[in-house]
């Protein structure tokens, strides 16, 4: 339908006659997301007529269809001017039933104290998506969002809203969601003055049906379990990622500790569940992977204490039940062979700070990930086994995915460079020994027990014969040099320094090498430093 011609009937057209001239021009760009940029004002036209509608006392199907026009423009963020403005936010927080300002408390109440019907739940449904596109594609409504106290309407949607139409809370998550992304000053507010993060806790603890049986241990959801619905799952990705927002502040009180392991056991046990395609669930995980990053590490030990479900003796009584789910996830990514930066450093990082402050997790992933030496014929980085996959990560051409991957091992082997170079070698370590100055040997310095696994019969007969830098051993190969007379390589020997030199004249390459502390220098500065004495020995 032509634009200038729903304008003009617009116009003059009574309720009854509006609604129709909108649900067909919505019925035509249902699935419009690109628009001509020609007819720019006229849709600016349309948004501000829509909004006319609206604001006067019109049917709820009369306003659902009007909403449902405006979602579709909201979709192009040129033409939202008259949305942005405070008349207008005002307008869709009155159809959402959320109220501005300091009258929320009374209003919100009053608004979700009786029955809704359908239509009327529809008309709140659709303002709510029209405020996430608003607010997700205009920066002047988010200040206006702001500036009418938006925040405390959504709080107080969600103290009201735990039997509330699925779609209505799903969209109040998901606007609480952008409005704290895009705002990082609201984000304070819903911490400090809103008590946001136990508002979503609760939120989130209610959508899993959480049933606690001790201080942070949730019951476990049992293999006979149901997998989660398709609606709570929906509602519990958008509670984690509101919560992800408000959890990334630094400054943290005492008080919040409490709360933070409340939410690592609500985390834990969505770890143990599953959702009803393989595909939902790696999202949930991936969800709870993130705000699990976010929680002070300290906290990640709820993770592994459930003293009413028991654990495994050998690694102190701990339950490593949620750990191994956080490693097959990690695989999982690893095999999908894309997408590393977003998809598998998150699990990373959480798995390393894990194993840098909790033994049992070390130990236990150590022994999935890093079990003791026996195929020592293939180089580390060629095979199948998670081992395998972590090392050829290590020469990954994004440094952010390579050092990620190279500091888990690092960890997983107690910061011990003779212990990292046994499972990986020389060749694929030497990215993060230059960036850690451990070049010459040594460890980091975080400190960690003295348990140590024992090397195996195969290992310890293989090592003479390992070569340090590719990590494995080596067919043997012809000596070169064996058939040449004396002359002859020190003619060899000459012209692979004339070579060295020419390049290093032309700034080509730079000659280095490696100081006492284990950093590198250029080589005339190395050759002029005192060697020094290390007396630390290292065993495995």
Known sequence: ???????????????????????????????????????????????????????????????????????????????????????GMVILLRMARLRAGQEENEDQRSSQGGAQSEEEERVVVEALKCLCNVVYNSPAAQQVSVDVQLAHGLCASLHNGSTCHHEVGLFTLRLLFLLSALRPDVRGVLRCELHAVKLLTEVLEHT??????????AAHPGPQALPMPAEDNE????????????????????????????????????????????????????????????????????????PVRGG?????????????????????????????????????????????????IRRYIKAQVLPPLKDVKNRPEVGSTVRNKLVRLMT????????????????????????????????????????????????????????????????????PFINPITGHVEEPMLNPLEEMTEEQKEYEAEKLANMFDKL???????????????????????????PEENSESDSD
């Open 1 to 87: 339908m032509d634009l200038k011609t729903v304008l003009s009937q617009l116009e003059t057209a009574a309720e009854g006659d509006a609604e129709l001239l909108l649900q067909q021009y919505s019925r035509e760009n249902t699935q419009t997301f690109a628009f001509d940029q020609k007819e720019e004002t006229l849709r600016i036209k349309l948004c501000q007529s829509v909004l006319t509608v609206l604001g006067r006392q019109v049917h709820p199907s009369c306003q659902k269809t009007c909403l449902e026009t405006l979602r579709i423009l909201s979709r192009d963020k040129r033409v939202l001017a008259p949305v942005s403005t405070r008349e």
């Open 208 to 217: 899993l049906d959480v049933r606690w049986v001790g201080p942070y241990e």
């Open 235 to 306: 509602r519990a990705m958008e509670a984690l990622k509101a919560l992800f927002n408000l959890t990334l502040s630094e400054a943290r009180g005492e008080e919040d500790n409490h709360q933070f392991r409340v939410i690592a056991a609500i985390l834990r046990h969505l770890l143990m569940q599953k959702t009803e395609t393989e595909d939902k669930t790696e999202e949930a995980h991936s969800h709870a992977v993130n705000l699990l990053n976010n929680l002070p590490v300290s906290c990640l030990d709820v993770l592994i204490d459930v």
């Open 312 to 360: 495994q003796d050998e690694y102190g009584g701990k339950n490593l039940e949620a750990v191994q789910v956080l490693i097959d996830f990690m695989e999982k990514r690893i095999d999908k062979g894309s997408n590393y930066k977003e998809g598998l450093t998150p699990v990373l990082s959480l798995l390393t700070e894990g194993s840098r402050c909790h033994r049992e």
């Open 396 to 463: 990954h051409v994004d440094m952010g995915v390579k050092q990620t991957a190279a500091e888990f091992l690092f960890v997983l082997c107690k910061e011990s460079v003779d212990n990292l170079l046994k499972y990986t070698g020389y060749g694929n370590a030497a990215g993060l020994l230059v960036a850690r100055g451990l070049l010459a040997g040594g460890r980091g310095e975080t400190q960690y027990s003295e348990d140590e696994d024992s090397d195996t019969e195969e290992y310890k007969s293989a090592k």
């Open 504 to 530: 290093s004249r032309q700034n080509l390459i730079r000659p280095m090498g490696v100081r006492p502390d284990g950093t590198l220098a250029p080589l005339e500065e190395t050759l002029c430093d005192p």
